[in-house]
């Protein structure tokens, strides 16, 4: 028996929560890694895991062994990692989870540039504003806008993202330009972003000097998807408060144009985010440094 292979899996099975997405995470046959398990059973002659035709749960003996082996993984993993990294080939699939506007303005656009470094790095990128779930859908890293509430999460600040608020000028014909945001709660409309986290629609938030407002506002739309909530404010549906690296395009050329400029938002960080338990391989490594060297170089998430 690989015991070290053999231990990876088990942890694996442990952190997604049933062999087939185990078997997906590790790109291994279902029925390899079911014998992997096993032997490992054997092998410490205690049952780790408990499995019905729905589910596989984590017996106690096998809580506490996966809290030692996921500590000794690590170890070996850096000490592998310590040695090899100026001399290995940087290679293998890395699985990253990106929100739906930061992978189609900022990271697919400079992908070209990472694979002529580490043109053996294959990159699965799952785009989407839904979170993903880092252990059971097997992600190496996601790149995420906002407060992480996961402390058990490594969180590396990337950047700060700047809110511009605006509209277009087809809105701002018909219903005249708010000289306070008050007025977005009476006389005026916003797009509405619906966080999927939660359901609810993201309130608007403005600051001036001392003065803090946070404003529930009318909307005539909501979205839950980044690109369709540029799309509506562009449309003319309402106001909208609209990340800077997002607006900079429409506002030079006139589609979008910035309203109660006297007040600014707060900005909110952008992290890239993994698994405290995933070890930082050496591509996963290279990666997290290539994100966080392409945001601090991009002009668009200056304050404007």
Request: one cysteine or more; charged letters at 20%.
């Amino acid at each position: 028996m690989d015991q070290l292979a053999a231990m990876r899996a088990f942890v694996r099975v442990v952190e997604t929560g049933n062999f087939t997405r185990a078997s997906d995470a590790l790109n291994t046959p279902k029925p390899t890694l079911t014998k992997l398990v096993q032997s490992l059973e054997s092998h410490v002659q205690t049952k780790l895991l408990n499995r019905t035709t729905r589910r596989v749960t984590v017996t106690p003996d096998g809580a506490a062994y996966y809290e030692r082996v996921v500590r000794i993984l690590a170890e070996v993993d850096e000490l592998d990692a310590s040695m090899t990294l100026s001399h290995a080939s940087l290679q293998g699939r890395l699985r990253v989870d990106v929100g739906t506007v930061v992978a189609s303005l900022v990271i697919v656009p400079a992908l070209p540039d990472f694979h002529a470094r580490y043109p053996d790095i294959q990159i699965d990128l799952g785009v989407s504003d839904r979170l993903a779930d880092l252990a059971g859908d097997g992600v190496d890293c996601v790149v995420r806008a906002g407060t992480i509430t996961d402390q058990s999460l490594v969180a590396r600040r990337i950047a700060d993202i700047h809110l511009i608020t605006c509209a277009a000028p087809s809105y701002l014909e018909r219903r005249g330009e708010p000289k306070h945001p008050l007025e977005l709660e009476t006389d005026h409309h916003v797009v509405g972003f619906t966080q999927q986290r939660t359901g609810r629609v993201r309130s608007y938030d403005f600051l001036s000097g001392n003065e803090t407002l946070e404003i529930t506002p009318r909307y005539a739309v909501a979205v839950n998807d980044g690109n369709a909530f540029l799309a509506a404010a562009l449309a003319g549906l309402g106001i909208a408060q609209v990340p800077g690296f997002m607006a900079c395009p429409y506002l030079t050329d006139g589609q979008l144009k910035q309203v109660l400029p006297d007040w600014t938002s707060r900005p909110f960080p952008m992290h890239v985010v993994y698994p405290p338990n995933r070890h930082l391989s050496n591509k996963l490594r290279v990666f997290v440094d290539w994100v966080a060297a392409l945001f601090a170089a991009d002009q668009r998430f200056r304050r404007r």
